[in-house]
């Protein structure tokens, strides 16, 4: 947990408060748009027999598509909501920063998280369960289907 709190520190460190703020609300903003996605998309796969990425093909863009719709907000309210100011190719350029930057954030913190999931369910070794040895009268099971 500590790692992920170093990750965002060194992001609100590096890039000013706006683009931080812009990265965290992206990384939000898709996984409440995602989320569901996924799970209808898994359902759809369960009740079709077809492959969920039918459905989930195009979930990547997401991140880029709220990245621009933030960054463009955030321009327009900078010059004051006059359209002819809007320098585009600015707002394009830091859309696909921002959005980068929470796609890798969002996959580094994903790990961090994880890999402590993993560390916090694993058993230690003294509390594992030892099994008694098998007499030679219980017979070994093939490991062979049914059908």
Do not use: W
């Amino acid at each position: 947990m500590e790692s992920i709190l170093n990750e965002l520190s060194r992001l609100f460190s590096t890039y000013d408060f706006l683009t931080a703020v812009t990265v965290i609300l992206i990384i939000t903003l898709t996984n409440l748009i995602k989320r569901p996605i996924v799970t209808a998309a898994t359902n759809f796969a369960v009740r079709s027999g077809l492959d969920k990425s039918i459905v989930t093909k195009n979930v990547m863009y997401i991140p880029y598509a709220i990245a621009f719709i933030l960054n463009f907000i955030f321009t327009l309210v900078r010059v004051e909501f006059r359209f002819a100011l809007v320098d585009f190719k600015e707002v394009v350029a830091v859309t696909v920063t921002t959005a980068t930057l929470a796609i890798g954030l969002y996959e580094i913190i994903k790990k961090q998280l994880e890999a402590y999931a993993s560390k916090k369910n694993q058993v230690p070794e003294n509390k594992q369960v030892q099994l008694p040895p098998k007499t030679p009268e219980e017979k070994e099971v093939p490991n062979e289907p049914l059908l």
